[in-house]
């Protein structure tokens, strides 16, 4: 049997396996099908829809490709779909809704950036090969023409999922100069799926970093978050920091590889920093949501790269770094900005690189009740996050070590629920409220006033609840060493 024999029975068996994973979407498929055969436009089921229907994991989302042009396809569409957008058009993308599936339908095109521009000039193609032929990866490049359902695959996608390999349809080079943002996508694809690299890829790579310059951050933060809320995250953070995109996008993960010394006087901080990954995304199911979490997983990685910019080589042979969770934290701020994150999520992340130190004072379970309070009132809606990642970031070999601080986190967290269940904790407030404390000082709004109130708060946090006639005695006593008690 020859080569070519092989591969067209492999076609034939991998069409009708598509086919299986098409039926339940048949009648959406085979009408929408129908409709651009009879304008006489081609219409075919393309890229991640396919490949995700040949490893038995096509979802919702359906996305085709047409020589349709958008206006056409947005007529088509219209009074068979339950819904129809046109946010993509200026790309070529019509959406619409139908059945409960989402469907996007795009002309066939190939975009193209220039050496200098961060938005691709738009061109329609003429046929489906040359759709295909500009696509990502291979594993992206095949396509079940409706309505007739032929396969087609002309850069072999289906043998490198066979193989799990990531190969661009043509050169990388040439994919990579069309798109620089599918070199981060290698990498998400390689955390998502489980795939290899072609070599090739990663040299082009490894070659070509300094092209994604000209990517806006809002694209690099979209794949950037797509490979962290991944199953694998660390392959594709591995990729990005082996060929030095990393350095391009996130410049601290890299930094974290610390040189071990002769005298291996401290770990390395970003392998450590990927094991603390992992034990979160293990930890996971302990937040309320339970499911991928980007605000855990981006502390998880980034809590320590403070570390380098504090790291201090201390007399008789030790390593400090001083300080690092409050300088991490500014870094993170700073990184996450710069790339677009939500306000919300640059906040979460950064306070939590700040407090991931301070369960450390907890020692041997010696906290008062007021500084249990104050570990409450500083995580205040993240200290579900702040439970996970604190557990994660223990990645001592040292059994009888972790098991210590196991037992002394069980420790706090039992003494945290105690606390919680006898006092109103997420919702801690002082025992006197501004009008009472202007009432009882007989002063007028201003300063003075926000200075009492804090006061009073960490009265509160100090002694817990206080009857009205403590809290006022507690008030009195502190205004009698103020300056403005005697004006």
């Known amino acids: 049997m020859t080569e070519s024999t092989d591969r067209n029975q492999t076609l034939s068996a991998a069409q009708r396996h598509a086919v299986r994973q098409l039926l339940r979407i048949a009648p959406v498929v085979d009408e929408l099908g129908a409709r651009f055969t009879a304008a006489e436009q081609e219409l075919a089921l393309v890229g991640g829809s396919v490949r995700d229907a040949l490893m038995d994991r096509l979802g919702q989302d359906l996305d085709f490709t047409t020589s349709a042009r ?63 032929v500009r696509r990502d990866f291979t594993i992206n490049a095949m396509a079940l023409r409706l309505p007739h359902r032929e396969f087609i695959d002309p850069h ?94 996130l410049p601290e993960l890299p930094a974290l590889q ?15 920093s990927l094991t603390v990954l992992e034990q979160a995304i293990e930890l996971e199911h302990r937040l309320p949501a339970d499911t991928p979490d980007l605000t855990i997983r981006l502390a998880a990685l980034l809590h320590d790269i403070g570390k380098p910019k504090t790291r201090r080589f201390e007399p008789g042979g030790g390593v400090s770094f001083h300080h690092h969770d409050v300088v991490g934290a500014k870094l993170v701020r700073k990184r996450l900005t710069k790339l677009r994150f939500p306000s919300a999520v640059v906040d979460a992340v950064s306070k939590l690189t700040e407090l991931h130190l301070r369960f450390h004072g907890y020692g041997t379970g010696q906290w008062t009740d007021s ?117």
């Open 70 to 132: 958008p206006e056409q396809t947005k007529r088509l569409l219209s009074g068979w779909a339950e819904s129809v957008w046109d946010v993509g058009e200026a790309y070529g993308t019509i959406g619409a809704t139908k059945a409960g599936f989402q469907i996007e339908v795009t002309t066939y095109r190939s975009d193209v950036y220039d050496r200098s521009s961060r938005k691709p000039n738009v061109a329609y193609g003429e046929t489906i090969e040359d759709d295909l």
């Open 156 to 249: 072999g996608g289906l043998p490198d999922l066979g193989r799990k390999l990531i190969r661009t349809p043509g050169t990388p080079e040439t994919s990579f100069s069309d798109d620089p943002l599918r070199m981060m996508r290698a990498a998400r694809f390689a955390a998502q799926l489980g795939f290899d690299v072609a070599p090739e890829v990663i040299k082009a790579m490894r070659e070509m970093a300094d092209r994604l310059d000209i990517i806006s951050a809002e694209r690099i933060r979209d794949e950037l978050t797509k490979l962290l809320l991944s199953p694998n995250p660390r392959a594709g953070l591995t990729l990005l920091v082996d060929t030095g995109l990393a350095d391009r996008v």
């Open 258 to 272: 610390l040189e071990i010394d002769e005298h291996h006087r401290h770990k390395d901080v970003y392998e450590h």
């Open 371 to 487: 500084a249990v309070r104050r570990y409450i009132r500083d995580a205040g809606d993240l200290l579900d996050h702040l439970h996970v990642l604190t557990r994660s970031d223990c990645t001592t070999r040292n059994p009888r070590k972790a098991n210590s601080l196991q037992r002394s986190y069980d420790s706090l967290e039992e003494r945290i629920e105690q606390l919680q269940e006898q006092e109103e904790l997420a919702k801690i407030r002082p025992d006197l409220d501004g009008n009472q404390i202007m009432n009882i000082l007989g002063i007028t709004p201003g300063p003075v006033v926000g200075r009492a109130y804090n006061h009073m708060l960490e009265i509160r946090m100090d002694l817990g609840p206080l009857s009205e006639d403590d809290a006022k005695a507690e008030l009195l006593k502190w205004w009698s060493t103020q300056p403005e008690s005697s004006a």
